[in-house]
């Protein structure tokens, strides 16, 4: 495998999970609870895919620096910086709100889902900035 080709698989990924989250957004507020409930579960499964596959990239290639100047890179890091902090602290309030869901105790998954979803969002979003920012934009 090749792989110099994951930062492309791990936005692709990232993406997917943004679309997921919007989707069951909107699946919940229709009270469309089954369609809901299989779109995070996919949302789960595509991040977790992305973890996997961040972590193989990172502990056989290490990191890519970025190589933009001037007010560019201020911009790179002040998306990176909050990206970073937030996807580590995300993972556990994830993983406490799915298996709240999965359960069905609603009121408490409610509850954390509310700042859990943007959260999570924001991480997606953002690490499709920093993808496209860093192997697009950034000069080779």
């Known amino acids: 495998m090749n792989l110099e080709l994951l930062p492309h698989l791990n936005a692709a990924l990232n993406a997917t999970s943004s679309v997921l989250l919007i989707t069951g957004w909107f699946l ?3 009270r469309r609870i089954n ?6 579960i996919a949302a789960v ?3 977790s895919l992305f973890l996997i596959s961040y972590v193989l990239y990172h502990a056989n290639i290490g990191s890519k620096p ?3 100047t001037g007010m560019i ?10 990206h970073v902090i937030l996807a580590a602290a995300s993972l556990p309030v994830i993983l406490i709100t799915f298996v ?7 009121l408490r998954h ?7 979803l943007p959260v999570w969002l924001f991480v997606s979003v953002t690490g499709v900035i920093v993808y496209v920012m860093l192997y697009r934009l950034s000069p080779q």
């Open 66 to 68: 970025f190589q933009g």
């Open 110 to 116: 409610r509850q954390l889902a509310r700042v859990t």
């Open 73 to 82: 890179r201020v911009v790179y890091f002040a998306i990176l910086i909050p």
């Open 100 to 106: 709240r869901g999965l359960r069905r105790d609603d």
């Open 45 to 47: 499964l595509t991040s």
């Open 28 to 30: 919940i507020k229709a």
């Open 35 to 40: 369609q809901h409930r299989g779109c995070m």
